[in-house]
């Protein structure tokens, strides 16, 4: 069993900074890669940024410039710096783990969500 427990979403006013950090546990045995999608009301869910093992780095052409994706292996974390807020931010942020883990004694790929936290930009 793997969890993804987000914190770090709020409130915040454009042209404001939020970190979100996402924390992964359970049997992990070695992390492929971890970020960070977003979902707004009535779209569909976009990848924001993500960073793998070997930390090549990936950030949406939307947030380019403004958002900053980092992952600590050893913590089993990811963060997501967002600097210069912009109203269209607005939206549910899901943490997102590409993970190796132990199953019935065997290592198995698998992908897995957090539950979602809040982000919202007022103008």
């Known amino acids: 069993q793997v969890t993804l427990v987000e914190s770090g979403g709020g409130l915040a006013q454009a042209g404001g900074s939020l970190k979100l950090s996402c924390e992964a546990s359970?049997?992990?045995?070695?992390?492929?890669?971890m970020g960070w999608y977003r979902q707004a009301p009535g779209q569909q869910r976009e990848l924001v940024a993500s960073e793998t093992v070997t930390h090549i780095a990936y950030v949406a052409d939307s947030v380019k410039g403004r958002f900053t994706v980092s992952m600590d292996k050893a913590k089993k974390s990811v963060y997501l710096q967002m600097n210069s807020l912009k109203s269209e931010d607005t939206a549910l942020y899901y943490c997102?783990?590409?993970?190796?883990?132990?199953?019935?004694?065997?290592?198995?790929?698998?992908?897995?969500w957090g539950q979602g936290t809040q982000v919202t930009v007022s103008s």
């Open positions: 359970g049997s992990i045995v070695n992390i492929n890669a």
């Open positions: 997102n783990a590409d993970v190796l883990v132990e199953y019935s004694g065997r290592v198995k790929q698998q992908e897995h």
